[in-house]
């Protein structure tokens, strides 16, 4: 297996720093699937730390999860309510849990996490497999942006500067493949650390027609969490496909 193909290498190398100030506000996001999710129970796919996962389930509406890395596992384990939380560690592209959910969910572009040839499409199937007639699948992805990786490929990110390390970021896209790779390279005295990171991108056409070979219909499509309206110079998108009842 390629190092960048391991579902748990993300939590592994971040999770010590994965709730640092900075991340995205939850609360949109809650409130959208809040009122997708009925009585529940509804399954979050790389639950991740339960950024979203935790304010949903203070709803009072049944929240389980997957995840592959047992650091992220126990970062959310370590909050108010994380106990409470269902989780399976694995694979989400194999969606490996029994029942029925009225909504499965996946934020923060984590679908391109899935940097394997047909896991995306896999992970689709398993997610039909488990929808209840009439439920839902919510993707949150950037539409992917060729001047961006352009800017991207040309230029080093300068993370952060002190007086004992440097850290920068690299980027690398092979465009006919649609993939990337990330370096985060931290240079100190005592020597350099990588921290890798890849994805296999999709535009919302194409992950449309996955959901479709699904079995799935493109129910709806947003900017943003707050339901604003996409077009064509959206740069991420919230879409919503349900399972026919």
Request: proline share 8%; hydrophobic share 40%.
């Amino acid at each position: 297996m390629a190092k960048l193909d391991d579902p748990g290498l993300f939590g592994r190398q971040w999770a010590a720093a994965y709730d640092s100030p900075g991340n995205p506000d939850p609360a949109p996001a809650v409130d959208f699937l809040a009122g997708l999710a009925g009585a529940g129970p509804v399954l979050e796919l790389a639950i991740g730390s339960g950024r979203v996962a935790l304010p949903l389930a203070a709803r009072g509406i049944p929240v389980e999860g997957i995840e592959a890395s047992p650091e992220m596992v126990e970062l959310l384990r370590g909050k108010p309510g994380g106990d409470s939380v269902p989780v399976t560690v694995a694979d989400m592209a194999d969606v490996p849990v029994n029942g029925t959910y009225p909504l499965v969910y996946l934020v923060f572009n984590t679908l391109f996490n899935l940097t394997v040839t047909g896991r995306q499409e896999d992970c689709l199937h398993n997610v039909a497999r488990v929808l209840a007639p009439g439920g839902r699948f919510v993707v949150e992805a950037f539409v992917p942006d060729e001047a961006k990786f352009d800017q991207e490929e040309r230029e080093v990110q300068v993370r952060s500067v002190t007086e004992d390390a440097v850290t920068v970021r690299m980027h690398r896209y092979d465009r006919a493949a649609q993939t990337f790779v990330r370096q985060t390279i931290t240079f100190t005295d005592g020597g350099v650390r990588l921290q890798p990171f890849g994805m296999r991108y999709q535009w919302p056409e194409q992950i449309d027609a996955m959901a479709a070979a699904a079995g799935l219909e493109l129910e709806a499509r947003y900017a943003t969490w707050q339901r604003d309206e996409f077009g064509p110079e959206s740069t991420d998108h919230i879409s919503v496909y349900r399972k026919p009842s």
